[in-house]
């Protein structure tokens, strides 16, 4: 599967960005999905999981309760809803797809990776 991620940018504190992470060469359905980020400097992180499914669905802690990783299969698309940004959410964020297994919040867990995208947050 090819993933191609998309939708960052630049805003406000306080503001939206919705990411999407468009799949191709196979069904995005047959696969579980992680959002990882990756700040100047900084190890990369999870943000978000969801089940191929869409019965399980984590968060990191950070991220709780102002992001959702709602997951359209008929586009064949995993989206990254991002609310309430903060500064601290800037990093270039990346989607990435996993076969087997369920969830993990370990990057190298993950067989498919997007390109990642930009999202800068100012304050």
């Known amino acids: 599967v090819q993933l191609q991620a998309s939708g960052g940018g630049l805003v406000q504190a306080g503001g939206s960005l919705r990411l999407s992470c468009a799949a191709s060469?196979?069904?995005?359905?047959?696969?579980?999905m992680g959002w990882f980020r990756q700040a100047p400097g900084k190890e990369r992180e999870f943000v978000a999981f969801?089940?191929?499914?869409?019965?399980?669905?984590y968060y990191a802690d950070s991220v709780k309760g102002r992001f959702t990783i709602p997951r359209d299969n008929a586009k064949n698309t995993v989206y990254l809803q991002m609310n309430s940004l903060k500064p601290e959410d800037t990093a270039v964020y990346s989607c990435?797809?996993?076969?087997?297994?369920?969830?993990?919040?370990?990057?190298?867990?993950?067989?498919?990776w997007g390109q990642g995208t930009l999202v800068t947050v100012s304050s």
């Open positions: 990435a797809a996993r076969l087997y297994y369920g969830f993990s919040q370990s990057a190298s867990q993950y067989e498919y």
């Open positions: 060469g196979r069904t995005v359905s047959n696969y579980n």
């Open positions: 969801i089940s191929r499914s869409g019965s399980d669905i």
